[in-house]
T-cell receptor
Framework: NAGVMQNPRHLVRRRGQEARLRCSPM?????VYWYRQLPEEGLKFMVY????????ESGMPKERFSAEFPKEGPSILRIQQVVRGDSAAYFC??????????????FGPGTRLTVL | EDKVVQSPLSLVVHEGDTVTLNCSYE??????LLWYKQEKKAPTFLFML????IEKKSGRLSSILDKKELFSILNITATQTGDSAVYLC??????????FGPGTRLSVLP
């Protein structure tokens, strides 16, 4: 049973380009969470999605960032017009909780975004 | 392949008990080990450890790293119901790649 998968593992973009990060949750999981980890800091919650719905995007910057979790396919975190400050590790986690509990999340390996 | 193992995976104690959570790892180019507490939303950062044998302490929580034996422990003394959470261990290497363990679910009963 494959765990949470993220790709690419490493992504390099120049300022102004777009970055697309993908997350395939564990089989049977319908809840996806995106986190950002800046160097030397803790994880920062960004967004919580269920299939076709954004449940909580309180941690997502209002501009340039968007997330989706379509009925079919992986969840996508999209960053438009990237800036150097977007360089970080982006983690996806998934859970199967029907109550929307944030516990029991299984983390993917992360995508390391570097903006030149 | 880099790996982080935590034990136990779940633990039930009563208020006032002391608990020890374990984290062992195999990581290339180890840089640091981090502990998080996850309750409702995002994991809350607890400690970052980089040097062996130096205990980090915050209130009733403390943690220490053994880089020779490749493990860390997180101690919680005089547990309270508010300590109930999932405790995550993560290891970072010099490429800033993080690997998370599966977590230990701690339940503290009144």
């Amino acid at each position: 049973n494959a765990g949470v998968m993220q790709n690419p593992r490493h992504l390099v973009r120049r300022r102004g380009q777009e970055a697309r990060l993908r997350c395939s949750p564990m089989k049977g999981h319908s809840h996806v969470y995106w986190y950002r980890q800046l160097p030397e800091e803790g994880l920062k919650f960004m967004v919580y999605l269920q299939k076709e719905n954004i449940i909580d995007e309180s941690g997502m910057p209002k501009e340039r960032f968007s997330a989706e979790f379509p009925k079919e396919g992986p969840s996508i975190l999209r960053i438009q017009q990237v800036v150097r400050g977007d360089s970080a590790a982006y983690f996806c986690a998934s859970s199967s909780s029907l109550t929307g509990s944030y516990n029991e999340q299984f983390f993917g390996p992360g995508t390391r975004l570097t903006v030149l | 392949e880099d790996k982080v193992v935590q034990s136990p995976l779940s633990l039930v104690v009563h208020e006032g008990d002391t608990v020890t959570l374990n984290c062992s790892y195999e990581v290339t180019n180890f840089r640091s080990l981090l502990w998080y507490k996850q309750e409702k939303k995002a994991p809350t950062f607890l400690f970052m450890l980089t040097s062996s044998g130096i205990e980090k302490k915050s209130g009733r929580l403390s943690s220490i790293l053994d880089k020779k034996e490749l493990f860390s422990i997180l101690n919680i003394t005089a547990t309270q119901t508010g300590d109930s959470a999932v405790y995550l261990c993560a290891v970072a290497n010099y490429g800033q790649n993080f690997v998370f363990g599966p977590g230990t679910r701690l339940s503290v009963l009144p």
